[in-house]
């Protein structure tokens, strides 16, 4: 493949200076690639409305908090691109190599399913890095993992096409509502033949999680009601 146009989501809700942070460092190190952002149905729209008002960025808007992999789904939607790259609000990018590297993989490798970067984790409180402890990184080569992490990665949008749900819906299960969703995902393309990866740099920060802390009412779902495959599809997966 060559050439691949690149294009960058972002799904938030209740935006905050994370947002902020996180355009800006787009400003810096990715300003031609086009961007499209989600609101997930915050009750104030007005916040993301000024947040976004920047020349590269497209804001969608859901009319009601529908959870991430729909906002996923949205912004992959709004995007004319063949490779999509999918950000939280509250990454931050350090690099002008991110969207040259993951460019370049999916460029030079074929059978690609999803692919992401090490993570710096930050300490809103302090601004200071946690630990990269739980994280799959790689000193040198793309290391095969079986999803990239959710808070920042990449795909290809004709990947993202042949993604079939459970209910017959194409691309991340909404039904997920807001947890394993990038997971589910790279389980359906390993399916079809395309594998997931994590590159070895450069590495992003992420200022803490906040699917939960801003999302109340979808935090009441059981995660193990979220995360359960059925014993036929996961032997389907195994084979």
């Given at each position: 493949?060559?050439?691949?146009r ?111 970067w ?6 809103p ?85 906040r699917?939960?802390?801003l999302n ?24």
């Amino acid at each position: 493949m060559e050439n691949l146009r690149v294009g960058i989501g972002v799904s938030t809700y209740n935006p905050d200076s994370r947002l902020v942070r996180l355009l800006d460092s787009l400003e810096e190190f990715a300003s031609n690639v086009p961007i499209v952002v989600v609101d997930d149905g915050s009750p104030d729209p007005s916040t993301a409305l000024n947040i976004c008002a920047r020349d590269n960025v497209n804001l969608v808007r859901h009319d009601k908090n529908r959870g991430i992999p729909s906002a996923w789904n949205t912004a992959v939607k709004n995007l004319d691109v063949d490779l999509v790259i999918m950000l939280n609000d509250d990454i931050c990018i350090i690099s002008e190599y991110l969207v040259e590297s993951i460019k370049y993989f999916f460029e030079n490798n074929e059978n690609i399913g999803g692919a992401g970067w090490p993570l710096i984790h930050i300490d809103p409180a302090t601004g200071n890095p946690r630990s990269t402890e739980g994280f799959p990184t790689f000193d040198a080569d793309p290391g095969l993992v079986g999803a990239p992490v959710g808070c920042s990665f990449g795909f290809l949008k004709k990947c993202w096409e042949l993604i079939k749900n459970e209910d017959g819906s194409t691309g991340f299960w909404e039904d997920l509502v807001s947890f394993y969703e990038e997971t589910m995902a790279g389980f359906r393309l390993a399916e079809k033949g395309y594998y997931s990866f994590m590159l070895p740099s450069p590495p992003v920060e992420h200022w803490g999680s906040r699917t939960f802390s801003l999302n109340p009412e979808l935090a009441t779902r059981e995660v193990n009601e979220n995360s359960y495959v059925k014993p036929e599809e996961y032997q389907k997966i195994l084979e």
